[in-house]
């Protein structure tokens, strides 16, 4: 059997004779992420999990543990593990001090797994990658939460070269990023995530821009069990959405199918549904009253000052824990902070193991903006910053963080112009049209039909 079956929140089993290849197995089903806020949103079959487990190989893409979970890991013993080859490598470092048999994936070119199946990893400068499936000649583009941000010619030359290829992604209505803020005056802050509901617009633009010719759901299928997060279950995308707004000019294939890469017949399960029961955040090692000591203050504080866009960038930091807010203070713009509700337990552990992002995109932790648009504003990039290149590209200075962006800027070669131009573009034609406008929507098509040129 030469075959693909999609299953979990981003799994994708690669079939030759057997299993050769897992990518991204978290048992979200039995092993919860972002400090038990996140489980799976069905269950994962007895014979897939087994399958899983028989792989010859089991591909990571990046850290967040919907996809390398610390304890999903340990189910695969002396499994030789595949890894794209970030910039500093964090990742391989961790799994080889662990003891794990780690091969690192050399960037942009093709490795044979095994007779009817190879690969080819593409890693991005958000500390993520792209993994290319081929089986019997069908093209399987994983790009789970990678996007095609500096690589989006590249990877349209080499899916023009297949009759077919499916783009396998993160799509939805948005909840899988930080999505917890509050106004100044506590007020919630409704966010996008209301909607976005027409997802099939998202994956359509996403195959057309790369002549893909279908389409399969893929590193979406979480959902909330934390009783301070489950407020969050409303913005969680369905099943039946991400066929809203879908054209019939891409192939869909329906979530957790198989594909028999020979004859291209698709076999589509009845899959069990999980019914999150909701769990107190102690079960977790959160609680709410706890307060800060001293130490914690000083490890905050050197997290923060460690990296130099955060310090330059920013005047404050808040972190209200037990109801005690507790100043970090910085030396950027005047009044320009953000306020952390949070509980102390996640919040040590993320300062402890570097994995601040886990806690923006738990949902639990309350956000408050100051003098700020967003966590993406400007040089301070706050998400880029702390998460992407610190935190998980160890680059934390100025000058480790620019060449850490010149060595991704290298790999990626013109692609990385092509794709400065367009962002440059969208943003000037947003500040002055609204999104809600006849103006912006017509501009948006007239847009994705203007990038389509480019990429010919």
């Known amino acids: 059997m030469q075959a693909v079956t999609m299953t979990g929140n981003a799994t994708l089993i690669a079939y030759d004779n057997g299993p050769i290849l897992s990518t991204d197995p978290w048992m979200g089903d039995e092993d919860p992420a972002y400090f038990g806020s996140w489980i799976l949103s069905c269950k994962i079959p007895a014979a897939l999990k087994q399958d899983i487990k028989n792989s010859k190989y089991i591909w990571f893409s990046h850290g967040h543990p919907d996809h390398l979970n610390p304890i999903s890991i ?18 391989r470092n961790g799994l080889t001090d662990e003891g794990f048999d780690v091969d690192i994936l050399p960037d942009r070119k093709w490795v044979s797994l095994s007779e009817n199946i190879r690969v080819q990893c593409i890693t991005t400068v958000i500390q993520d990658a792209i993994l290319l499936v081929d089986v019997c000649g069908v093209l399987f583009i994983d790009l789970n939460d990678a996007g095609t941000k500096n690589c989006s010619r590249y990877l349209r030359e080499i899916v023009k070269g297949y009759k077919k290829s499916y783009v396998m992604s993160l799509s939805g209505y948005g909840d899988a990023d930080m999505i917890n803020f509050y106004d100044e005056s506590g007020n919630f802050v409704v966010p996008p995530a209301e909607n976005n509901k027409e997802v099939g617009i998202q994956l359509e633009t996403m195959a057309k821009a790369l002549c ?5 759901p893929f590193s979406s299928f979480h959902q909330y069990q934390r009783k301070d997060s489950m407020w969050a279950q409303k913005y969680v995308t369905p099943n039946t959405a991400y066929k809203v707004g879908l054209s019939d000019q891409i192939e869909y294939v329906e979530p957790f199918s198989t594909i028999d890469c020979r004859n291209l017949e698709v076999v589509t399960p009845e899959i069990e549904q999980v019914i999150a029961d909701p769990v107190e955040p102690s079960v977790f090692g959160d609680d709410w009253s706890d307060i800060l000591d001293k130490e914690d203050l000083l490890k905050i504080k050197d997290y923060f000052w460690r990296k130099e866009r955060i310090r330059n960038y920013f005047r404050f930091i808040n972190f209200r824990v037990g109801g005690i807010d507790n100043i970090v203070a910085l030396s950027g713009k005047k009044d320009r902070g953000i306020t952390f509700e949070v509980p102390r337990g996640s919040l040590m552990t993320a300062i402890d193991y570097r994995i601040f992002d886990d806690l923006l995109i738990g949902n639990f932790m309350k956000t408050t903006l100051h003098n700020l648009t967003s966590l993406y504003e400007g040089v301070g990039n706050f998400n880029f910053n702390v998460a992407k290149y610190g935190d998980n590209g160890l680059a934390e200075s100025e000058q480790a963080i620019r060449a850490y962006v010149r060595e991704y800027r290298r790999r990626c070669g013109r692609d990385f112009l092509f794709d400065l131009f367009l962002d440059k573009s969208k943003i000037l034609f947003s500040r002055f049209v609204s999104r809600d406008s006849r103006t912006y929507k017509s501009a948006r098509t007239v847009y994705r039909q203007t990038m389509r040129g480019f990429l010919e």
């Open 74 to 91: 340990n189910r695969y013993p002396g499994k030789k593990i595949l890894l794209p080859d970030h910039v500093n490598g964090r990742i």
């Open 212 to 216: 893909a010719t279908g389409v399969i």
